[in-house]
């Protein structure tokens, strides 16, 4: 097959590549169009179909990445020596330092229980001082039931979440918020003049996972 490039989108295939188009007077010659070496008197028979649908398998479309790794509605990479691509249908690839390939379409169909056996962290926290008060607003994750929130603080800057692990110590649990589902906003109001704020929130499902720490958020108030 050879693309002629026309005026159009629409321009036919050019199949017996005589740069003809249309072609209605000279018939079609026979080509060897899968590259094969089959020739005009001995040649592939009849190409086949292929039954897609009934081959398919949807059960792990959009599913969670593992009951025991990071959630997430699909697949992720991560770095050499350990990293591993989660595949459609649970199969994993694991990186290069001692990994194997677990095939496409591998493993069983989880349900909820399994499927919410970890907890996405909440997005988008932010704080912004209010008067004599910080507001928190953040964003709960899109899978399975949140029924817990607690906001952490501690004083000082720690912009990334590298750092808040790293200073996990200087943090404590200023308030816990219940609820079907919970509020995803706090004012906490036991701040003070001249101070600087680091605030995280971890979330807990319906079935008792309790996610890691969510992107930090840092306030200095001036009153």
């Not at 200087?170 to 706090?186: C, D, E, Q």
Request: overall charge negative; hydrophobic content about 35%; some cysteine.
């Amino acid at each position: 097959m050879v693309r002629v490039d026309g005026s159009t989108f629409s321009a036919p295939i050019d199949w017996n590549n005589n740069f003809i188009l249309p072609d209605l007077i000279e018939p079609v010659a026979w080509q060897d169009v899968d590259f094969n070496g089959s020739t005009a008197s001995s040649s592939d028979p009849a190409f086949a179909g292929f039954n897609d649908w009934v081959n398919l398998d949807l059960r792990q479309v959009s599913a969670r990445a593992s009951a025991f790794g990071f959630s997430g509605s699909g697949g992720h990479l991560t770095g050499v020596g350990g990293g591993h691509l989660t595949g459609v249908g649970g199969g994993h690839l694991t990186g290069v330092g001692g990994g194997h390939l677990t095939g496409v379409g591998g493993g069983t169909e989880q349900d909820s229980e399994m499927a919410c056996s970890t907890a996405d962290p909440a997005t988008g926290l932010s704080a912004v001082q209010s008067g004599h008060t910080v507001a928190l607003n953040w964003t709960g994750p899109e899978l399975c039931q949140v029924r817990r929130y607690d906001i952490w603080r501690a004083v000082g800057s720690f912009p990334t979440l590298a750092s808040v692990l790293a200073n996990s110590n200087a943090f404590s649990s200023i308030k816990t918020l219940t609820g079907v589902p919970p509020s995803t906003t706090f004012t906490d109001t036991n701040v003070k003049n001249k101070t600087t704020y680091t605030y995280f929130v971890t979330a807990t499902n319906k079935q008792g996972a309790t996610s890691i720490a969510s992107a930090p958020a840092t306030v200095s108030v001036v009153f």
